[in-house]
């Protein structure tokens, strides 16, 4: 089993859109791509856990998060950088329309997402890290036994005047993936 960062999307992979929806939005945030191209060395899996409720809201079909998934895996390979996996959550508890309209264990801050990324490329999640700019994404990490690093980036200027990062097992505030990841491999 091998230790993974986990990236929530927006605002710490990439440049926060409100409900980012055509490929054409989505702008990689600098360090991103050399974060991840430095882990993929080290065999350290490189993982994206998303809650996308605006496919829940209506905002957006479910194909079209297909395609603004590609266009990232693409932004990545052109810095030589790869994902390991790109896990997401369509469901709202109380805004979904249809089959999106539930509570599920997907949807941060439930840790369901890292869970089945943990069984699905065999990774070591008390040995991983979860970096993200909202609360909800620190949590997610925490219930799943990770590391938290919470990033400047998106919404985590506003997430870090209120955040106990005792309570999510943080190991930090950064401004960039890139200093939380060093910050992470000083300490294992």
């Known amino acids: 089993m091998r230790p993974a960062v986990f990236f929530d999307r927006d605002g710490t992979v990439n440049v926060e859109v409100h409900y980012l929806s055509r490929p054409e939005q989505l702008e990689l945030l600098p360090t991103v791509a050399q974060t991840i191209t430095m882990l993929n060395s080290q065999g350290i899996a490189a993982v994206v ?11 957006f079909p479910e194909h079209r998060l297909e395609a603004v998934h590609l266009r990232l895996h693409e932004l990545l390979a052109e810095e030589n950088a790869k994902l390991d996996g790109v896990y997401y959550c369509p469901h709202h508890p109380t805004a979904g329309l249809g089959a999106y309209r539930k509570a599920c264990e997907c949807r941060k801050p439930s840790p369901g997402m890292l869970m089945a990324a943990a069984r699905d490329l065999n990774l070591d999640l008390t ?27 998106g919404y985590g200027q506003e997430t870090s005047a209120a955040i106990n990062l005792h309570k999510v097992h943080g190991i930090g505030i950064f401004p960039t993936v890139a200093d939380a990841v060093r910050a992470w491999l000083k300490q294992s």
Do not use: E, P
């Open 127 to 153: 040995r991983s890290l979860m970096i993200g700019d909202r609360d909800s994404d620190l949590q997610a990490g925490a219930n799943a036994g990770c590391q938290t690093g919470l990033v400047l980036t």
């Open 49 to 59: 856990v998303t809650n996308q409720a605006g496919i829940a809201r209506g905002y």
